[in-house]
């Protein structure tokens, strides 16, 4: 588990340059076993949901403005308090400066930045499986407003913006 938590940052460097790389695609939807989404004409889907060793991870990209999110689903019974604590210890050992978790809704939410780059985490737990769903780039608008768009099938892991 301290594995996955260790590779959030070069999971936040991949993604910030999958966002650079992406191709405009048209409108898709994306569905998995957690959530659906509709991806605007703006947003790609750089590589498809990778499923492994009781983790899920999907990654979208903003082609327009850069920005990305990712959501990671992991088959844990660890709380979203523990995640985002665990989360940010890991982020401020590997040089990230991320606010303390704080409680809003039933999830735990921080913010982070390394040099210019920043983003905001969400991570929920229905005492099965945890989630984290990030969002990152110079302008987090865009990121919040894709996921206004997210259908989860539990509420309980993803944020409601």
């Known amino acids: 588990m301290v594995q996955f938590f260790g590779r959030i940052s070069l999971t936040l460097a991949a993604v910030a340059l999958a966002a650079s790389l992406?191709?405009?695609a048209q409108a898709a939807e994306?569905?998995?076993?957690?959530?659906?989404?509709?991806?605007p004409a703006d947003w790609t889907q750089p590589q498809p949901v990778q499923e492994a060793q009781g983790s899920l991870v999907a990654l979208f990209a903003n082609s327009k403005d850069g920005s990305a999110v990712t959501i990671t689903v992991v088959a844990n019974p660890m709380s979203a308090k523990d995640a985002a604590a665990q989360t940010v210890a890991n982020m401020k050992s590997g040089g990230?400066?991320?606010s303390d978790p704080v409680e809003k809704d039933g999830l735990y939410e921080t913010s982070f930045s390394q040099g210019p780059g920043k983003g905001m985490s969400w991570f929920g737990s229905n005492g099965?499986?945890?989630?984290?769903?990030?969002?990152?780039g110079?302008?987090?608008?865009?990121?919040r407003a894709?996921?206004?768009?997210?259908?989860?099938?539990?509420?309980?892991?993803?944020?409601?913006?």
């Open 128 to 136: 099965k499986e945890f989630a984290v769903t990030t969002v990152l």
């Open 30 to 39: 994306v569905k998995t076993k957690y959530f659906s989404i509709d991806l």
């Open 96 to 98: 990230m400066s991320p």
């Open 138 to 143: 110079s302008s987090l608008d865009s990121g």
């Open 22 to 24: 992406a191709v405009p």
């Open 146 to 161: 894709l996921l206004k768009g997210l259908k989860p099938v539990d509420a309980s892991l993803f944020p409601k913006l």
